[in-house]
């Protein structure tokens, strides 16, 4: 909806369509009609265009971006072409958020006021396409080559007052931006008014003559300088060309070929997985079962129990979000040590200006320490990060239970123990649920939340809005060992230990997976994590899960005393002298013996199976995992691994990438595996989840199953 009023002879056209004024066709229909209706009425001499609600306008509306609606008239192109080149003065009246196809539109009118605050951008690029509507054009003619291009390649969203001396605007306020866009408005109005007045006097922006000396050098730093941080992706280096076009052909070809490069780019998988990705951690913030209207509990104050390698991470992400935190550690040696660390992470983040002295001091200030159990009496949060042991969870929680307020939330961040029997430690089991970060835990997006069977609703809203409130995405998981993530890594370590055993060395899995898009291979991961802590899962998890017996490689690398990077040695070697982790000789004769061992006979085996042993051995326990409803859907899981476990967010996720190879690909893969599995043990690993199976046979797709009991998904 568009809502149009006069004001002294300037229009104000509001656009209204919640949440975030999306640029839905219904939007575009109404704000075209307000705009013919504006330029027809004699008495209107200037126009305003503002937003309802939260902000000026979020966007293009992505869920149509693959319907016909996406190019019917007017589309974007059009309307922007209209205000352009409207003969009266149109302003924008920026607040909240002026985003992509938002920031776009404004860049089409004649003059741009912004309240300070107003976060804008072109993001674009991190959904796989270019800005589409004249923004790779338009932005370079107003604030520069340089700036445009860092804006629209690294898709980074600021601040209006950090663009301020951009001229991407006439003026910033901190009052009303309608009021102060109203006044320019008139202005503009009152100099084309003049006798003689040319039309020329309104600054059209696609009439702008962009200079840049050097363009060619410029363009090709920039093209190379993309390629080599994207790793090929297409949408970063397709910005770098249209904003050259802008630099060497005249406007409306420049428009043309930035059109051309979006309709390619909206073809590509990259922009499938990057949408997906988008749209599913906002679906993953929708709880199941939560009652509406419910509302969390309010959390100023926390304390956080154990001030080791998470308790501080915990304790950092949660100070950057202005709540006031306490430590609590059993002695006083450990609480030094781990405010010490928390000084030194502030420090270096003022050292790389990544905080201003003011920010590192006022954070530092709201995180305290002490010895003993005080604190929690007035904690309306209370998050435990003390040793992964349920005797230890035990002691503390009766502590815990022992002095917390009626009503303070408990959390646990165990990685891999039964929140259920944590939350039987004390007298409140309703209070209790598990908020799992992931290291380092003020740095990783991750957060899930672990939803025991008696976890009170409110107390499960509570931490979606902690989450949100700190900057975390979200997901909840029902209890199992490992909840959503970790269970679901057991099986993808299982593999990489048995593609060891039959015949590949550690650097060939995580190249074959790095090439494949992963952040890191499972054993440059497991090297970073600390390969005896792995141990200790691993010990757990094959106590439970017999079939899971893992590759003896495992044990032998930390039977060598190689515990990973902080021993600087693991499965790999690290020293000052040399970048990166160096393979091994010994960690290669280590494997190579293993396989004599188990009376292997080594091949070679091709990336092309690696990744797709991997892969799919994620799949299959993600079937079960969904099946079993502790996922509440397959996104969920596909927003577990993209945010907190380094697979590539343009592949969407391991269930989505599924859904595009087809599930009955899947299910003949595994077959091939199981056929051609050295031992009966491992050719039954690749026994599929029963719900992959009848997705399969009935033709559908993990993205189709709403729910965790097959009888209630759509036919
Ligand atoms: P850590 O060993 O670094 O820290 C644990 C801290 O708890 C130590 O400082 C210890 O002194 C303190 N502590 C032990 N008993 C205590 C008690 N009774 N009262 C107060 N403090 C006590 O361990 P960590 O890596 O921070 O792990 C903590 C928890 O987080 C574990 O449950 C672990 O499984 C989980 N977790 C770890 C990671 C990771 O990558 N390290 C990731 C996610 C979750």
Redesign the pocket.
Known sequence: MSDYHLNEGVAVITLDHPPVNALALALRTRLGAALHAALRDVSVRAIVLAGAGRGFCGGGDITEFDLPAVCQEPTPATLFSLIENSPKPVVAALHGMALGGGLELALACHARVAEARTQVGLPEVHLGLVPGAGGTQRLPRLVGFELALNLIVQGRTQPAQSLRDSGLFDRLTDGSPVEAAVEVAMALAGELAVPNAADGMLRRTGALTPRLANAQAFFAFARATVQSRFRGLPAPVACVDCVEKAATLPFHEGLAFEHDCFTRLRGTAEFAGLRHAFLAERRAADIRGLPDGIKPRPVKTVAV???????GGIAMSLANAGLAVTL????QE?LD??LAIIRQTCESALRKGRLTAEEAAGRLDLIKGCVGYDPVRQADLVIE????DLE??R??FEQIDAVARAGTVLA??????DLDRIAGFTRRPQDVLGL????PAHVMKLLEVVRGAATAPDVLATAIALARRIGKTSVVSGVCEGFIGNRILQPYLYQAGRLLDEGALPHQVDQAIERWGMAMGPFRVSDL?GND?GAGIRAQVMANRPELAFSGSFDAVVAMGRFGQKSGRGWYDYSASQRGPQPSMEVNAAVVAESGRLGLRRRTIADEEIIDRLLLALVNEGAKVLGDGIAQRASDIDVVYTAGYGFPRWRGGPMFAADRRGLADILGTMRRFAEAAPDPQDASFWQPAPLLRRLADRGRSFGTFVDSHLESEPS
């Open positions: 129990i154990g001030a080791g390698t998470m308790g609590i550690e059993r002695e450990a040590r781990g990060a003390v040793f992964e230890v969870k002691q503390v646990t961040n165990t990685s891999m123990l799992h970060f992931f290291s994590a802590l």
